[in-house]
């Protein structure tokens, strides 16, 4: 028998020689998915011996991870804002960069909102979760992806408060929100061959819509004016190279206030604007 510590100094190195970057972070990671133990107690259990099936899934992991399978597909989890979502091959994983919507999100109140392409539910859920008065509605093209929001809802006990709707954009979608948000694909086409094999192995159909990156941008501008109350904000996760035609889209469906918000490595992440306010102030759903 093994222990976790011997387990691991076999394992990095093996990682590492199969170009992981991370591989000490990500054999940890898989050693206590394997083990069974929360990730941040997995150092006072390094010098237990691993029972034979925690061994034996720990090389397993370690076989899936050097043939470059994202580590969330191979735990079925992974943290966003705090929380633990489940991932499947039919999600998109969620990023750190992407909090910086939910942070924008969250810095002012909204009772009603609407995550267009909601993969895992983490965008609508974590906002839910920090606004506790609010509902909101998540759409998605796929149903084994509406599926995992919807398992997401019931383990963060927020089902009560968010429905799923497959939906192309807006196309199924009825009523005023006072927030959209939206992660949607928009890498383009001629960079696809530069990402990692761990980000090809995620939904196509999440990553990129071809072309230019910017036909879901296009659809969300053309269709949020009319689901938007006044005053309403819009904000969509964007590329570091696509805010200011983002913006441009933005501002030529007349809405307003629109800002292009870093994230924290300073690169543009984030396009926010809002709905002019018409003549009688705030408006209603």
């Known amino acids: 028998m093994t222990t976790g510590n011997e387990a691991l100094r076999a394992a990095i190195p093996r990682l590492a020689a199969a170009g992981i970057t991370d591989a000490p972070r990500d054999a940890r990671a898989l050693l206590a998915h394997a083990a069974g133990i929360a990730p941040d107690r997995l150092t006072l259990h390094l010098s237990d011996l691993l029972t034979p099936e925690s061994e034996a899934a720990f090389a397993q992991a370690i076989t ?3 043939n470059r399978e994202p580590v969330s597909h191979i735990t079925g989890t992974r943290l966003f804002w ?31 909102c609407l995550d267009l392409g909601t993969g895992t539910g ?12 609010a509902q909101g509605t998540g759409t ?36 005023r929100f006072d927030l959209i948000l939206s992660n949607p694909p928009y890498i383009a086409e001629e960079e696809m061959a530069d990402l ?22 296009r659809a969300i501008a053309k269709g949020a004016p009319a689901r938007l109350m006044p005053g ?38 984030v396009v926010a604007a809002r ?8 408006g209603t759903a």
């Open 82 to 112: 705090g929380r633990s979502f489940r991932v499947t091959p039919d999600t998109l994983d969620p990023r750190p960069e992407t909090e910086i919507l939910v942070e924008t999100a969250l810095s002012e109140p909204f009772l009603k």
């Open 196 to 217: 990692s094999p761990e980000v090809l192995r995620e939904p196509r159909r999440a990553l990129t819509p071809g072309g230019d990156g910017l036909d879901a941008y």
């Open 275 to 282: 709905k002019p306010q018409d003549d009688t102030g705030c």
């Open 140 to 175: 998605d093209i796929h149903p084994a992806t509406l599926t995992v929001a919807e398992e997401n809802a019931r383990a963060l006990n927020l089902s009560t408060r968010a429905r799923f709707v497959l939906s192309d954009w807006f196309t199924a979608i009825p009523g």
């Open 232 to 269: 309403g904000r819009l904000m969509v996760e964007i590329g570091p190279t696509q805010g200011a035609q983002v913006a441009a889209l933005f501002a030529a469906q007349g809405l307003s206030d629109i800002r292009i918000l870093p994230d924290l490595d300073g690169r543009d992440r």
């Open 122 to 133: 983490c965008i609508l859920l974590s906002c839910l979760a920090g606004m506790p008065m």
């Open 64 to 66: 899936r991870r050097m």
